[in-house]
């Protein structure tokens, strides 16, 4: 089915169970339990025996030798692989490093070998005495003392609309500002793992990944062997966040293990080794210039960002959502990129957008102040209805007025006092706002649906549920246009011999596997209608029946059928600007001693489509303003810069908010449905909830102290010796 005309009345408008605040299907089995993530496997490839990643000790140099005399002597020890006999490896394009080094090293604790034994303390002891001589060579660890990139490649230049330098120059009212965001890790709970097993020359792999045909594709690659040789498997995934969206060590060690002990390999990714090993979100230095008219109307908008990653990486992409959110006739964004030696920068939860808008949205909060304006009405003024650097491409849906307007009143906005003046007891209090602001993206997404004999309706798509919600939207999905209770409907996920679908990332699964799923039972109701002699243009499917003209009869007497059919988005994409928006209200209190920061209560406004599950939805969107919060007062991947690796590499030392943390958590979803977006008239939700956040806690503090921090993360020691003093 393509979809490249706006979507008009269908099953879904019935809205009886799509819509509706419905408990998450797969909820009995994780709270039981018994859901099956992959390091639990054990009811599969009898025989497991386990392995141990071995690391590099360096973050750049050679190796000049490995001595496994020891390792291969230790108790159990049933296989050592290593790069010199694994045999010949690919690099798929999506992992900027080797997932397996030798002889080079390009950063801290890369993958050098796999040790292979009976039981997980033997390969650990073994891989223990793994004997390396490194020979190490000089790195670049420390963004700040690197050198940028003077351009971005052909494909990324600076974006420039009108004359930014002339505008911001000839403003009445300007700001140019520097802000830092930190490197961060992911810290999903879930760590990540895989079991491997072959049958001849076929893998199965048993693993926590987002998105499955990727997955299959990068395997194979790395591996040097057919797609269609490899089966990967993964129901259930204990949270990603981005970390888990590309094939990393654990997969191929895995693979790589079991071939050669001649047994199925059980792996996973020590705490240290995830945040070193795998993916982060880069650090990023950060310039924003304002110019503006008394009347508060931007004139000149530009924003430069620099971040780091290893040769042949991206640049986080922290300036995207500066060319969309706010008018302005003059505009110029930029991106640089420090070639560094740290461990791999690639997407965590909003790339781009939350480091982005922890920096734009303070700014935009200091230029209110210099214009002497409140901030949510210096936003409103600066609304636009249409692409800032494409005028004649309208939004689809744009309610960022409503979502701050709506929000000032519900929170009380009205009540916010100056900078410092506001006072409970020894503590500061004050209020910070910010925009929220994320694209709708849409991705090709296919689904299998079958009928049984005896009425119910499966469902099959390779689409994963990371702890989303995506069994239930999509079993809701299918109920809604099947006319079933959902109780009638089994839904099947991750697996990569169904339908190849959007997968989780980028807040583009949720919409985009439901209308796959829709596309599937559109064909799957059409030939119900025919079978049962009915015209499938006119038939209603509700209450287990198909009705038509008069006619009514239980799907059952349809017998078993099936039907697949993959949504393809086409030109509406493109002419139009799909975006998801949202207000962010934030109360902190510091303590005016201590200058401790407690988040007193927040909310969240969202404008995003047709909320398909308001349930699943909020969850989302307040664990996204917990990990703001996270990213505003805590988090921060600490490297040394003399041997190049992140120092607080576990949950110990990584400190990451919980939602006891924050007392009062609120979110109100606009009614809104966007017919250019899909079937669904759905949009994503996942990641908007921690766009802006940050800068709405940074933004409250500042009310409540009259400090301006703008080097995250906000922590005491910043704001100690400057706290008003008490009286």
């Known amino acids: 089915m393509k979809f490249d005309t706006r979507a008009g009345t269908n099953p879904i408008d019935q809205l009886k169970v799509i819509g509706r605040a419905t408990d998450r299907i797969d909820g009995p089995l994780k709270t039981s339990g018994t859901a099956p993530y992959a390091y639990e496997r054990s009811d599969v490839a009898p025989g497991q025996v386990y392995g141990y990643v071995v690391g590099s000790a360096i973050a750049k140099g050679r190796i000049r030798s490995i001595d496994l005399t020891e390792a291969k002597a230790a108790p159990g020890v049933l296989a050592i692989v290593t790069a010199a006999d694994a045999g010949p490896l690919g690099k798929s394009k999506r992992n900027t490093a080797k997932l397996l080094a030798g002889p080079d090293i390009e950063h801290y604790h890369q993958a050098l070998a796999v040790v292979v034994a009976e ?95 990727w997955a299959v594709g990068d395997t194979a690659t790395t591996l040097g062997i057919p797609k269609e040789n490899v089966h990967i498997i993964s129901p259930y995934i204990g949270g990603g966040f981005g970390g888990k969206l590309f094939t990393r060590a654990d997969a191929v060690l895995a693979a790589l293990g079991a071939r050669a002990a001649g047994r199925p390999v059980k792996l996973t990714l020590t705490r240290p080794m995830i945040f070193n090993n795998t993916t982060h979100r880069p650090a990023t230095r950060q310039r924003i210039r304002i110019g503006c008219g008394r009347d508060g109307k931007i004139t000149a908008i530009g924003h430069e960002s620099w971040s780091g990653d290893l040769p042949g990486g991206q640049p986080e992409t922290a300036v995207k959502q500066t060319e969309l959110l706010y008018a302005g006739a003059n505009r110029l964004t930029a991106m640089r990129l420090s070639v560094l030696d740290l461990p791999e920068g690639n997407a965590m939860r909003a790339p781009g957008e939350a480091s982005g808008l922890m920096a734009l949205e303070f700014a935009m909060d200091e230029m209110a102040e210099k214009l002497g304006m409140d901030p949510v009405e210096f936003r409103v003024v600066n609304d636009t209805q249409v692409d800032p650097m494409d005028p004649k491409r309208p939004f689809s849906q744009r309610q960022l007025v409503k979502c701050l307007r709506d929000g000032a009143a519900h929170f009380g906005w009205a009540r916010r006092g100056l900078p410092g003046r506001v006072r409970d007891g020894r503590w500061l209090v004050g209020m910070g706002v910010a925009a929220a602001f994320r694209n709708n993206m849409v991705q090709t997404s296919a689904a299998r649906v079958r009928l049984e004999q005896d009425g119910t309706i499966v469902v099959e798509t390779d689409m994963t549920d990371i702890g989303t919600g995506s069994y239930t939207i999509i079993g809701q999905t299918a109920a809604e246009m099947m006319g079933v209770p959902l109780d009638r409907v089994v839904v099947r996920l991750g697996d990569s011999r169904f339908p190849v679908s959007a997968g989780s990332g980028g807040q583009w699964g949720g919409n985009s596997s439901t209308a796959g799923v829709y596309a599937a039972c559109v064909k799957l109701r059409e030939a119900i209608a025919r079978q049962l002699g009915l015209d499938p243009a006119t038939a209603v499917f509700a209450g287990g029946k198909v009705q038509d003209g008069g006619r009514s009869m239980p799907l059952t007497r349809a017998g078993a059928l099936v039907a697949e059919d993959t949504i393809e988005f086409d030109k509406l994409s493109k002419e139009y600007q799909q975006s998801t928006f949202g207000g962010h209200f934030v109360e902190v209190g510091v303590h005016a001693m201590t200058g401790e920061i407690r988040v007193r209560r927040m909310l969240a406004v969202c404008a995003a489509g047709r909320i398909l599950n308001p349930k699943s939805a909020r969850s989302q969107v307040i664990g996204a303003m917990t990990m703001g919060a996270g990213a505003a007062l805590m988090e921060e991947l600490a490297v040394d810069k003399r041997f190049g690796f992140f120092v607080n590499h576990d949950l110990a030392g990584y400190e990451v908010p919980v939602h006891a943390d924050i007392p009062h958590q609120e979110v109100i979803f606009l009614d809104e449905v966007d017919p250019i977006s899909s079937p669904m008239k759905a949009k994503g939700v996942g990641e908007l909830g921690i766009c802006g956040v940050g800068a709405a806690v940074a933004n409250a503090i500042y009310n409540a102290t009259g400090i301006r921090v703008r080097d995250y993360p906000i922590t005491l020691d910043k704001l100690l010796d400057r706290l008003p003093q008490m009286t």
């Open 119 to 213: 039981t997980f303390e033997q390969a650990r002891a073994a891989a223990n005495l793994v004997r390396v001589d490194y020979a190490r060579g000089k790195g670049r660890f420390d963004l700040d003392a690197s050198k940028p990139a003077a351009k971005m490649p052909e494909d990324e230049p600076d974006k420039r609309f009108g004359d930014f330098e002339g505008a911001f120059a000839a403003a009445v009212v300007k700001l140019d500002a520097r802000y830092t965001t930190p490197d961060q890790a992911h810290a999903m709970m879930e760590p990540h793992a895989t079991i491997a097993a072959w049958e001849g020359d076929r893998l199965t792999l048993w693993t926590s990944n987002q998105m499955i045909d």
